[in-house]
C-alpha cells in the first residue's frame, strides 16, 4: 500500500470506512489518522498520516505466535489471524512496534487485514474505496508496472520505524 | 521538535502498552523459582544427597510441582480467549519462545515426577504401589538416578534461561532488547530457590550451603544487572532511554530500593555475617531475597511495556 501524504487531509474516511466495512468493536481502532509536527516555529511542517497495520515482511508478531494463529496470507503476504487458533496470549500485541494489535472483547488479537475479503473479489480495501482525496494506493509491490511500484519509484517515500527493522511494506510518499 | 498525535485509543495499548498485569511477573517469578529449585535439587541426586538428608531430595520436587503449577495458572489466567489454551500444544512454532516454553513446561512435568520416585516420602510409601515398584528399580540401576539428576539440572536451565528468553525476543520493547536478560532471570530463579531452601530446610548442611550459594548467586547477579545496564546504555538512544527508566526514571526508586537494594545488597550482607557466624541465620535475609526476585519480575515486565521505539 502507498499513500500520499501530500494529499492526505486527515478526514478520517478510511477509519470510519473500515470500523463500518469490519465491524470493528466499538472503542477499537485498526487503522487511525497521525499528525506528525517537526521543526522549530516557524518553519514547522506537518505530515497526516492514515496509520495501520504495516503487513511487515519481517513480521515480528508472526515469528513471536506460539498456536501459529498469526500467519502470513498466500495472497500477496498479508499478515493475518486465524480467530480460531488465537488463545489471546499477547505476545503480539507486545511484539508489535507500530501498537496495530489490540484485544478484541471476545478475546482474540485483531488487526487490519487489508480488507483481504474484499481484495480476494478484486476490490480495493474499504479504506482505499472511500478516500476523498485518493490519497490511498493498493496493488502489487512485485509488479514493476504497477501504480504502487510506479509511484514509489518516480516519489520521495518512507515507512515507518524501518530502524525497528521489520521491514514494513506501508510506504508514505512525501 | 516532534508531535506526534494519534486519533486511535484502543484499550491496554494507548496511551502506553499495558497488556501484561500481575500474572505475568508471577508467572515468571515461579518459574524462575522451579528452575532453580530443579537445578539444585538435580545437583544434590548427583551428590546422593538423597542417601543421607530428609528434607531437599525427598521434598523439593513436590514443592516445584505446586510451584509451577502455580506458576502456570497465573499463565492460563493471563489468557484472553482461554477456551482456546489448548492450541499451545496443536503444534511447534520454531520462532516464537512462548511455543518453546510451553513445550518445555509440558516436559518438566515428567522430569519432576520421576524426580520424586528417588525417594518417596514415609507418608507417601504404600499408597500407590506402581510408583514404589518404580522407586525399587531406580534404586537397582544407579545410572537411571544419575540420569534423572542431570535432566532436572539441564531442563532446569532450560526453563530459568526461557523466562528470560520469552521478553528478550521483543524486539519492539527497547528494553527486554538484551542478551543478558535470559542470564539475570536464571541467575535471579538459582538466587530465589537456593533462599527458598534455606528458608525451609531443617538440615544445617543444606541450610549453610545454601546460604553460601545464594551469596555468590547474588554477586553473580550484581554483575550481570552490570552488563544488562551497560549494554543499553552503550545502545541506541531508545535503548538509552529504556534503561533510564530503572535508572532514573519513573521506576528507580523500586528498583534502587527494592530489587537492588533490600532484594540483592542487604540479603547479601546479612548472609555474609551469618556464613561467617558473625550473627545467626534467620528468615530475614531469604524472605528479602524471594521478595526481590519477585519485584524484579515486576519492575521489568512493567518498564519494559512503558518503554519503546517511537
Known amino acids: 500500500m502507498v499513500i500520499d501524504t501530500v494529499r492526505c487531509v486527515g478526514c478520517m474516511d478510511c477509519v470510519v470506512a473500515c470500523k463500518t466495512e469490519n465491524n470493528v468493536p466499538e472503542g477499537f481502532n485498526r487503522d487511525w489518522i497521525a499528525y506528525d509536527v517537526q521543526g522549530e516555529f516557524p518553519t514547522l511542517q506537518m505530515e497526516i498520516r492514515s496509520e495501520r497495520c504495516n503487513h511487515c515482511d519481517a513480521p515480528p508478531c508472526v515469528y513471536c505466535c506460539p498456536t501459529g494463529a498469526s500467519h502470513v496470507h498466500d495472497v500477496g503476504g498479508v499478515v493475518l489471524v486465524d480467530y480460531d487458533k488465537c488463545i489471546g496470549c499477547k505476545a503480539c500485541v507486545a511484539s508489535c512496534p507500530y501498537g496495530a494489535r489490540f484485544i478484541n472483547p471476545e478475546g482474540y488479537a485483531e488487526k487490519c487485514t487489508f480488507c483481504i475479503h474484499r481484495v480476494e473479489e478484486g476490490l480495493d480495501p474499504a479504506c482505499v474505496s472511500v478516500c476523498p482525496t485518493h490519497c490511498m494506493h493498493f496493488g502489487d509491490l512485485d509488479d514493476p508496472n504497477s501504480e504502487v511500484s510506479t509511484l514509489l519509484a518516480s516519489r520521495r517515500h518512507h515507512t515507518l520505524m524501518p530502524e525497528a527493522g521489520t521491514k514494513p511494506r506501508i510506504f508514505y510518499l512525501t | ?310
Open chain 2, 1 to 310: 521538535m516532534q508531535e506526534l498525535t494519534i486519533t486511535r485509543h484502543n484499550e491496554m495499548i494507548d496511551p502506553l502498552l499495558h497488556i501484561w498485569g500481575w500474572e505475568i511477573p508471577v508467572y515468571l517469578f515461579l518459574g524462575g523459582l522451579v528452575a532453580g529449585i530443579m537445578i539444585i535439587s538435580g545437583y544434590f541426586v548427583l551428590q546422593h544427597r538423597y542417601r543421607h538428608t530428609v528434607f531437599t531430595t525427598f521434598y523439593l520436587p513436590y514443592i516445584a510441582l505446586a510451584l509451577l503449577s502455580g506458576g502456570m495458572f497465573a499463565l492460563f489466567l493471563d489468557l484472553e480467549h482461554k477456551i482456546y489454551f489448548w492450541r499451545l500444544y496443536t503444534t511447534f512454532e520454531w520462532t516464537s519462545p512462548m511455543s518453546w516454553g510451553s513445550w518445555i513446561l509440558l516436559i518438566i512435568y515428567p522430569a519432576l515426577w520421576v524426580n520424586t520416585l528417588i525417594r518417596i516420602p514415609e507418608p507417601f510409601k504404600g499408597k500407590i504401589p506402581l510408583f514404589d515398584r518404580l522407586s525399587a528399580l531406580l534404586h537397582q540401576h544407579p545410572v537411571l538416578i544419575r540420569n534423572i539428576g542431570v535432566l532436572n539440572m539441564v531442563l532446569g536451565v532450560a526453563l530459568g534461561m526461557y523466562t528470560g528468553v520469552l521478553l528478550s525476543s521483543f524486539g519492539a520493547r527497547p528494553l527486554w532488547n538484551s542478551a543478558m536478560l535470559w542470564a539475570l532471570f536464571l541467575v535471579s530463579g538459582l538466587s530465589a530457590a537456593a533462599a527458598f531452601v534455606h528458608l525451609i530446610t531443617t538440615d544445617v548442611y543444606e541450610r549453610e550451603m545454601l546460604a553460601k550459594a545464594d551469596n555468590a548467586f547474588l554477586t553473580l547477579e550484581l554483575f550481570v544487572f552490570g552488563g544488562f545496564i551497560t549494554g543499553l546504555l552503550t545502545s541506541t538512544k531508545v535503548h538509552i532511554d529504556a534503561v533510564r527508566l530503572l535508572l532514573d526514571g519513573p521506576y528507580a526508586p523500586v528498583f534502587w530500593v527494592f530489587v537492588i537494594g533490600l532484594g540483592i545488597l542487604v540479603p547479601l550482607a546479612i548472609q555474609l555475617f551469618a556464613v561467617n557466624h558473625k550473627i545467626r541465620h534467620t528468615a530475614i535475609a531469604p524472605i528479602l531475597v524471594l521478595l526481590g526476585g519477585l519485584t524484579l519480575r515486576f519492575v521489568i515486565v512493567y518498564a519494559g511495556q512503558y518503554s519503546t521505539w517511537a
